[in-house]
């Protein structure tokens, strides 16, 4: 939502700065430019991307416009899941979470948190992590490089489409430069006409750079960063898993392995040390209730 309010804002100060130039807004209407340019970077993003990042790049963009999901109550939710399995793990063996593991959909602790198992990544980063941690004969620091793997490979692969969103950004000012260059060429063609013809030309080049300047740096550029911050929330709530996996494995109790994955938690969506333990103190009718 806020990106949309974004890209409002720049196109309103643009064009709100133009008028109050008295500047002639039909002008700045030129169809043929826009298609040059649009239909130009659509194209160079198809033949710069495989059809797996075109498809990525398209459910990016919806993220993009609903906002980071990453909340501080999704980590609270996080966190008292983790605590919640560890509880029993602790009271029965790895073992006892073996079921748990196997199946997440009928487990009774993950079927209280149905943002969890609708997240498949992070539902199998976790239950890959702990059957390993079950079958045995990985210490701590194996288990630890194999999510640390995991993280690396999923990051690279979840960045891909604003890598790409970010080359067609870059392209957009020369993309520009070609629709005015053509601009330039009609114009050089209609030479020896009417005043009024050529100057009108000669505004519609000039409009071709305008806009693909303005793509570049007032939407598409901050929608592939926007993007890029978004994965980085990603990767910080998987560094998070990781932390209280890797903590509760070394030997850490629950609550302790649980308080370390907190402080790992970014700044801006860090629960407090008491949200964290009232929610893992909470019942379930108790914290569904608080969440509502």
């Not at 998987?238 to 030997?251: A, D």
Request: aromatic share 6%; proline share 5%.
């Amino acid at each position: 939502m806020f990106s949309i309010i974004g890209i409002l804002v720049v196109f309103s100060a643009v064009l709100g700065g133009f008028l109050m130039e008295k500047g002639p807004l039909l002008v700045l209407m030129q169809p043929s430019e826009f298609i040059i340019i649009a239909g130009a970077a659509i194209g160079t993003m198809l033949v710069g991307n495989p059809l797996h990042i075109l498809k990525k790049l398209i459910g990016s963009l919806m993220l993009v416009l609903k906002g980071s999901k990453y909340s501080k109550q999704r980590y609270v939710d996080c966190l008292r899941m983790m605590f919640q399995i560890f509880n029993k793990a602790r009271k029965g063996g790895l073992v006892a979470i073996e079921p748990d593991i196997e199946e997440p959909e009928k487990s009774q602790v993950f079927s209280k948190f149905p943002d969890f198992l609708g997240n498949h990544h992070a539902r199998d980063f976790v239950c890959d992590t702990m059957r390993m941690a079950i079958t045995g004969g990985a210490t701590p620091l194996d288990v630890d490089q194999m999510m640390e793997l995991d993280m690396d490979v999923h990051h690279a692969s979840a960045s891909q489409p604003a890598s790409a969103l970010s080359t067609v950004a870059d392209a957009l000012p020369g993309l520009g430069i070609v629709a005015a260059v053509l601009g330039v060429v009609v114009t050089m063609s209609a030479l020896g006409g009417p005043p009024e013809e050529i100057g009108h030309k000669v505004a519609a080049a000039l409009v071709g750079t305008f806009l693909g300047i303005l793509l570049c740096y007032g939407v598409v550029g901050p929608l592939a960063s926007h993007l890029t911050k978004l994965i980085d929330d990603e990767h910080a709530y998987y560094h998070v898993l990781r932390v209280v996996m890797l903590s509760f494995l070394k030997g850490m109790s629950p609550a302790v392995a649980v308080e370390v994955a907190r402080r790992a938690v970014p700044e801006h969506v860090r629960p407090s040390f008491k949200e964290v333990e009232q929610a893992c103190r909470q019942k379930d009718g108790a914290a569904a209730s608080a969440a509502a």
